[in-house]
């Protein structure tokens, strides 16, 4: 590793997830920043895929670290055992530098950190509240786009975050050698919102007429089975929603602020944005 004009490590990255949500905006700062991206996936960019351990270790050798977002949610059994695994083979491959994308107040993902904590690696775990992203990337967007968000959320608060602000985050830990080696970092957005809240700001940002529907998280359980999610993962789903949504997770997180030294983006600004770029339009 050199270090490079802009103050930072001139090191090469390997993003997994680099399609999704908050795997291709950490692609995008980290090469911003000046380090060198290895973009995995299964479908494009360097052949990266969580439940085929024959591609990992192509993937890894030779960067100096990795990001690390499970597709499956973080506090998942198959999460906990491929992130512990692939945590050890990239140590023993000498990629030490390890930063693992978990979730803020979500006490069964406190397995999946402690795999990769005992791996050996020189780790960061970066802890994040709701992505304001849900409501623009992945499933949200249909029921949106049709008029209305059936979520079991009742009217729990919370303090979404913009992915881009996580992988800021992110890509600085990588940035700052030794500092953030060894720490967890809660990140939340500026403030609280329900999700009533959120669907509010993107009716106003749309200028069309949205509804909140707050349902249990049991029947909106039966609404992803009929979607065809398979029955484990919707009684993992039903669990997770259960927990996450009781309220633990409505106060805010300094992480961005400590990491970055400026606020988080608001929730407002993100729902302009993708009401612009045309995210809810039929
Ligand atoms: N959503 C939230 O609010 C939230 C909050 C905190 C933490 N999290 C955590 O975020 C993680 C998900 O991150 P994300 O939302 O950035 O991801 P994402 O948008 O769901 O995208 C995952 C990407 O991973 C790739 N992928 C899928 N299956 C794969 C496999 N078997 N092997 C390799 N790559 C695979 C897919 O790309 P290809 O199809 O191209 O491979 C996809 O683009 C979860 O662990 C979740 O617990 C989420």
Do not use: C
Request: cysteine-free.
């Amino acid at each position: 590793m050199t270090q490079n004009t802009a103050g930072t490590k001139d090191m090469t990255v390997l993003v997994t997830g680099a399609t999704g949500r908050t795997g291709s905006r950490v692609a995008e700062a980290a090469r911003a920043a000046g380090l060198t991206v290895r973009a995995g996936s299964r479908s494009q960019g360097t052949r990266f895929d969580w439940a085929d351990r024959s591609t990992w270790a192509d993937a890894l050798r030779g960067a100096d670290a990795a990001y690390l977002a499970h597709p499956t949610d973080v506090g998942s059994p198959d999460a906990t055992e491929a992130v512990g695994a692939l945590a050890r083979e990239a140590v023993g491959l000498g990629v030490r530098r390890l930063v693992l994308l978990s979730s803020r107040g979500e006490e069964r993902a406190h397995a999946t950190e402690e795999a990769l904590r005992t791996s050996g690696a020189d780790w960061t775990v970066v802890r994040a509240a709701w992505f304001a992203q849900n409501f623009s990337e992945g499933p949200l967007v249909e029921g949106l786009v049709h008029g209305e968000l059936v979520f079991p959320a009742g009217e729990v608060q919370e303090p979404f975050i913009d992915v881009r602000d996580i992988a800021d985050v992110v890509v600085a830990a990588l940035a700052s050698g030794d500092r953030y080696i060894g720490q967890e970092l809660a990140l939340s957005g500026p403030r609280l919102l329900t999700f009533r809240d959120a669907v509010a700001e993107i009716s106003k940002a749309t200028g069309s007429e949205l509804r909140y529907v707050p349902v249990t998280a049991r029947q909106y359980g039966d609404i992803l089975a009929g979607f065809g999610v398979p029955p484990q993962e919707v009684e993992l789903l039903v669990e997770i929603f259960e927990g996450l949504l009781d309220g633990r997770n409505a106060h805010l997180s300094d992480g961005v602020q400590r990491v970055l030294g400026h606020e988080p983006r608001d929730f407002t600004d993100f729902a302009r944005e993708a009401a612009a770029a045309g995210t809810w339009k039929a």
